[in-house]
């Protein structure tokens, strides 16, 4: 998390700095200082003065599984319902994105497997300090939808709750102003019960600790709960930053693939790497334009990213070093690509009821496992291609003069067989420098910078023929 300056950091340490619970569910709440990632106690019923500066509602909240519009309300007794915690660990986040202050999901909280709404709640007290609106950040991470109200009256959200089940965008930082109005003055102080509708589709969350808001929202003056929205917006835009820059490298290696084609139009290894990088950049730059935008819906992200690009992906991938290795009398590799391709965006779909909402669960189980085999017969025909290519080569020099290919061909399956990587236990991310950097980026990454390497390779063959030509 990136640290505050010294002279901003020692006028929040003098600033004053408590919140209060009060009614007749909860007596008390505890709170961090949001600028110092630390959580203290705070003192039952004791309003503040905010300065510049602004708190994490970690909590306890009141939290049920279930879906009434009543709930919101300031009137409602919330009193038999479970309290939850959303204090995060120090140095905790979460394990995709890298985004901090991340709690685990109801799946961790006795809820395993329950999908579908269920509410927060929490009554708040704050000291009248005169300002006309205080702020909020909403939850930064939650799945899968969420609507805020504040005195039963909706402010805001992420998701389509006019649809069944709701519309499911990616979630990121929303600022939300809470005018005085919206506040019940009681002499010096304002209360008010601030309730979040949170809707969790199934099949989408983590099973261990998906599930509900995974990170606090944060309550406090202008300035400083949109340092707080800025930092982060700043957080996200690191975890996506690679996600952003790779397709650019992808489509100027895809260009120079297809280079060579005016020196042998036979070459199919060109058209394939090319198709390869250009999906591969499609796959990427979808990333960011998910997660960051409300432009596409997770329904839309299931069907054209997980189900068209990545079946036609692991088709292509196949394909490409088939022809870099010169198998092109191996038809029969053509022909099991093919089958394993159209199978995969068949079954895919059943697979989730995202795209299909009315699939019996029976064939959900079925599908599910069935595209784990088709995933692994793709990675077997990789290693058949890999075998048959290298026993081509009669002699030991022949193959050695191919380690680039083999290095690129490793490189690149790292991340197209990402998800199998985790089954065996690799962590998917890390976060060096405190960013985290996916097993997918940096493979990526050394995928990118061999394939070139490979390419200058290819081209470097018909430097005989221009010379020829230009005599």
């Known amino acids: 998390m990136t640290t505050w300056s010294g002279a901003f950091r020692d006028a929040l340490i003098s600033t004053i700095l408590v919140i209060g619970v009060t009614g007749p569910t909860l007596a008390e709440a505890r709170v961090s200082q949001e600028a110092l990632l630390t959580q203290e106690p ?26 009434d ?33 991340y709690t685990q999901g109801w799946s961790a909280r006795g809820h395993r497997g329950y999908d579908g709404f269920a509410w927060y ?43 069944a089940p709701p519309g499911v965008f990616g979630i990121h930082p929303r600022l939300f102003a809470l005018p005085r109005e919206l506040w019940i003055a009681n002499g010096s102080e304002l209360s008010a019960v601030i309730a979040m509708r949170v809707a969790s589709l199934k099949g989408v969350s983590a099973p261990t600790d998906g599930g509900g808001v995974h990170i606090a929202p944060v309550l406090g003056t202008e300035v400083g709960v949109r340092d707080h929205y800025g930092r982060q917006w700043l957080e996200k835009a690191e975890a996506f930053a690679v996600d952003a820059t790779e397709p650019v490298f992808f489509l100027l290696l895809a260009v120079l693939a297809l280079s060579m084609l005016p020196f042998d139009p036979t070459d199919h290894f060109s058209v394939w790497i090319a198709a390869v990088l250009t999906l591969l950049a499609a796959t990427w730059f979808n990333q960011p334009l998910f997660w960051m935008a409300n432009f596409e819906t997770l329904r839309d992200f299931v069907l054209w990213r997980l189900t068209i690009i990545d079946g036609l992906l692991l088709g292509a991938w196949i394909m490409a070093w088939r022809a870099a290795f010169g198998l092109g009398q191996a038809r029969w590799i053509a022909a099991v690509c093919a089958i394993l391709t159209v199978m995969f965006l068949l079954v895919r779909p059943f697979s989730t009821p995202l795209l299909l909402p009315n699939v019996p669960p029976a064939l959900i189980s079925v599908a599910v496992p069935l595209i784990k ?67 997918s980026e940096i493979s990526n990454a050394a995928f990118g910078g061999l394939l070139f390497i490979y390419l200058l390779q290819r081209h470097w063959r018909f430097v005989p023929i221009v010379r020829a030509a230009s005599r």
């Open 42 to 67: 705070a003192v039952a019923g004791a309003p503040i003065t905010f300065g510049p500066a602004a708190v994490a509602l970690n909590g306890p909240w009141r939290f049920h599984l279930g879906d």
């Open 69 to 101: 519009l009543n709930w919101a309300g300031t009137s409602f007794d919330d009193s038999t319902w479970e309290a939850v915690d959303l204090t995060p660990l120090p140095g905790a986040h979460d394990g995709d994105q890298g985004l901090t202050n």
């Open 121 to 163: 709640r929490m009554r708040v007290q704050v000291a009248d300090s005169g300002v006309d609106t205080l702020w909020l950040a909403g939850p930064a991470l939650v799945d899968n939808a969420y609507q805020l109200y504040v005195n039963g009256r909706l402010i805001g959200g992420i998701g389509d709750f006019s649809r």
């Open 373 to 439: 085999a088709i995933r692994l017969g793709f990675l077997l025909l990789l290693v058949v291609v890999i075998a048959l290519g290298y026993a081509r080569k009669t002699t030991w020099a022949s193959r050695k003069a191919d380690w680039v290919l083999l290095l690129t061909i490793l490189a690149g399956s790292m991340s197209i067989f990402a998800r199998e990587l985790r089954q065996l236990g690799v962590p998917g991310i890390w976060f060096p420098f405190g960013v985290g950097l996916s097993l």
